[in-house]
């Protein structure tokens, strides 16, 4: 794997419109009311590829929002490992694909989710090696294919093989994390894998990875920045700060598109040539909002279909896990 290693404030006034255009989302506690104690430390998890947050990290944007607070970085592989440290109060927000708060909540983890961003319709695909005799999403019955367990190319695969007319029986799932499904992939140890940005970008560049079919196949999808409770209930007015400060970062990234390129190509370790497509195809801007109706009942519909599926062990309600005073909450 050689391109992939291991892997102002516009916000401020679009986050206003974000929250007074948003539904009331009724439920019990994360009580803005609490008595917040002073703010001394702020966990951050990420993914290489999550820019946002790499410039809000390099441009020190939490710290001006949260003065003489200490932010901490923690870096991880996928989401479903992510939301694992968070449950444990390891990590206090983190940014995340669909599925893995889906999978986190029907296991019992206790998680918030406090704002989201639109997903690059063609940054998720199903990937088959260049002269692989699958030529149809019908092909894919019995055939060995890679995915992270949980995360938001999990919940992908499901809709491919509703579109295929197949089910999770009729195919063999390898659940890899992506450098092990990468390697895998480049050994033809599997049939095919289903996988996001970059790793997308680096298998169709240097392993002449053929897609099969992504996401501009399907509805508008979506991705999470997750909170942990505790934290939030004892820092309730932090929920603000960041988010602002992600949507700086996202106006920054706008207007300084070669410095945001250089930082994305140095955290994925991304070759230029590779790097510099999946950079362009971001959503400009990719601004990030309040949940409201329709965000959630997206979320529903994957949460109910997984259950159907039995990929979860319980039916859920993803409105009882959305933070529920943020109409209430001012930066």
């Known amino acids: 794997m050689k391109a992939l290693q291991t892997f102002t404030l516009f916000s401020l006034g679009l986050f206003s419109l974000g929250f007074t255009g948003c ?6 506690a994360d009580s803005a009311k609490s008595s917040a104690a002073p703010l001394q430390h702020l966990s951050i998890g990420y993914q290489k590829s999550a820019l946002n947050l790499l410039v809000a990290r390099q441009q020190k944007l939490f710290e001006q929002q949260l003065p003489n607070v200490k932010v901490d970085w923690k870096e991880f592989p996928a989401g479903p490992q992510m939301l694992e440290a968070l449950a444990v109060g390891a990590v206090d927000f983190g940014y995340v694909g669909n599925t893995p708060p889906i999978f986190a909540q029907a296991a019992g983890k206790d998680i918030r989710y406090v704002g989201y961003e639109v997903v690059t319709p063609n940054s998720q695909a199903l990937v088959v090696p260049s ?25 992908l695969l499901g809709k491919v093989l509703k579109q295929a007319q197949l089910s999770w029986k009729d195919i063999q799932p390898i659940w890899l ?9 480049d050994k033809n140890s599997i049939d095919a894998w289903v996988i996001w940005d970059p790793f997308l970008s680096a298998a169709k560049l240097d392993a002449q990875a053929q897609v099969l079919i992504d996401g501009t196949a399907f509805p508008k999808s979506y991705a999470f920045y997750i909170g ?79 259950q159907q599926d039995q990929l979860i062990p319980q039916s859920i309600k993803i409105q009882s896990v959305v933070w529920k005073d943020q109409h209430s909450i001012t930066p």
């Not at 002269?131 to 919940?155: C, F, M, N, T, Y």
């Not at 230029?272 to 109706?293: D, E, G, M, W």
């Open 23 to 28: 539904e009331k989302i009724s439920a019990n």
């Open 131 to 155: 002269g692989s005799p699958i030529q149809s999403l019908q092909d894919l019955k019995g055939k060995r294919i890679a995915v992270q367990k949980g995360s938001s190319a999990h919940e």
């Open 177 to 185: 994390a992506p450098a092990e499904a990468r390697a895998a992939f």
């Open 228 to 306: 942990n409770p505790k934290f939030i209930q004892q820092h309730p007015h932090a929920v603000s700060k960041v988010l602002a400060s992600l949507n700086a970062a996202d106006q920054w990234i706008l207007q300084h598109q070669d410095q945001a390129l250089s930082i994305y190509t140095q955290s994925t370790g991304l070759a230029p040539h590779i790097a510099t497509p999946v950079f362009q195809q971001r959503l400009k801007p990719s601004p990030i909002y309040p949940l409201n109706n329709q965000v959630i009942q997206s979320q529903q519909h994957i949460a109910n279909s997984f």
